[in-house]
């Protein structure tokens, strides 16, 4: 008996005061968060893809604060903890790995409806956009197909047109 209460009280005491899976169990302040990460942006998600590695993220950004200049970007999620929804605006807060933003897991990401706090320490902070169009590939490849079929037609009334000219004569 005296051996289990020992064990009892020695676990207790080696035990860590408090335990948490992540390292980032408290949000930072929005003010150590707009310092830490390259760029802060309200933005619309309006894809989610699912990826062995990782979630692409497709974002309609509507306002930027730090960081980002483009209406459009994709960000990388972590696949098992990403949170982000298609269809919900969000207060984000990315970081660019390689050239490439990123989501980071321990982002204090937020629903824009809840971040009410975030956006006055945010106020005055807004940069510019710029007037890009969408030229991904989706959109590049619309073009070409386009061209490709206004091209045809003009090629087949072009050829019958010389076919009623010669049969004319």
């Known amino acids: 008996m005296k051996k289990i209460a020992f064990i009892l009280i020695l676990t207790l005491l080696l035990s860590p005061a408090s335990a948490s899976a ?3 169990a408290e ?3 929005i003010e150590t968060a707009y310092e830490r990460y390259d760029a802060v942006i309200i933005g619309k998600v309006e894809s989610v893809k ?3 590695k990782d979630n692409r993220i497709k974002i309609s950004v ?3 604060f ?3 200049e483009e209406r459009h970007i994709t960000a ?3 696949m098992t903890w990403g949170t982000s929804k298609a269809g ?4 984000l807060f990315l ?3 390689k050239g490439k933003w990123v989501n980071p897991l321990c982002a204090p990401m937020a629903n824009v409806s809840e971040a009410q706090e975030q956006l006055t320490f945010l106020e005055g902070k807004e940069i510019a956009l710029s007037d890009d169009y969408d030229f991904s590939p989706g959109f590049a490849g619309s073009i070409a197909v386009g061209s490709i079929a206004v091209l045809f037609v003009i090629v087949v009334v072009l050829t019958l047109l010389y076919f009623w000219k010669v049969l004319r004569r």
Not at 88 to 91: N, Q
């Open 88 to 91: 919900e605006e969000y207060l």
């Open 76 to 78: 990388s999620e972590d």
């Open 95 to 97: 970081n660019k790995d």
């Open 22 to 24: 992540l390292s980032c």
């Open 27 to 29: 949000w930072p302040t």
């Open 50 to 52: 699912k990826g062995m």
């Open 66 to 68: 730090k960081g980002v």
């Open 62 to 64: 509507s306002r930027s």
